[in-house]
Each structure stands twice: as C-alpha cells, then as structure tokens.
C-alpha cells in the first residue's frame, strides 16, 4: 500500500500485528493494549517498531519509551474528532518525540494541511 510520507508517496512496509497474531520480524505496529500486555517482548523485537494509539489512550504512559519508537500512529475514530491533532501537537511540542507521526483512520484529505501543522508527517 502506499501512503504519503514526508511529502513524497512511498510503499509501506511496516505490518499492523492483531493482538491474537504472533509478532513477526520486520517492522511492525502493535496496538496500545498489547504494548502494555508484551512491552518487555516488544523491546526486545529484531526490526521497527510501532504502536498505534487511540484517542483515549495515554501519552504519558509511553512517553519513556519514545526513543525505541520508530512510529506512531494516532488513529481517527471519526473525521469529527480532533483528539488526534492535540496528540500530535502534545507528542512534538511537549514531549519532544522526533520519530515518524502517522494519521490513520477517518480524516478527510483535507485536513492532510491541518495534521501535518501540528507534527504528522505520514499519512
């Protein structure tokens, strides 16, 4: 699949992992409640790694393991809900986090301005 990142369109390769599947080598995403369950395993995984958070999960429960965190993706219940934008703001501007911010879910393409203002980079 392709998405936009660093204003270029470029292949993804990172793997969302589903908490009941095995993680797998590569460059993956995990969940918010599995990187709370398996953080210790994860840590340990021989490739990227992500996680995706939701609107109502907390930032301050990660913000230590920003450095071993090569994306994050914030995901868009709804193209109504901006919790997103305040995540990715807080994340760059308060705890400094300079790995990838990606938007997922339902926001509108043109909002696409509007995200990458408060700190995504991919999308």
């Keep these: 699949m392709q998405i936009i990142k ?4 470029i292949e993804d390769l990172w793997v969302y ?6 993680v797998q080598e590569g460059d993956i995403i ?11 395993t994860l ?3 021989k490739g990227n790694l ?3 958070l939701g609107s109502e999960d907390s930032l301050e429960e990660i913000k ?23 995540q990715a703001w807080l994340l760059r501007n308060r705890f400094g986090y300079g790995g990838e911010l990606r938007a997922v879910g339902n926001f509108m ?3 696409i301005f509007y995200l990458n203002r408060v700190g995504f980079n991919s999308f």
């Design 109 to 111: 393409l043109d909002q």
């Design 43 to 45: 840590l340990n995984h």
């Design 17 to 22: 992992v589903q908490d009941s599947d095995p």
């Design 64 to 86: 230590d393991d920003f450095d071993r965190l090569n994306l994050i993706e914030l995901e868009f219940p709804a193209f109504t809900d901006g919790r997103g934008f305040s």
């Design 30 to 40: 995990v969940s918010f409640a599995r990187w709370q369950k398996d953080r210790a």
């Design 6 to 9: 660093d204003k270029k369109i």
């Design 50 to 52: 992500g996680i995706r």
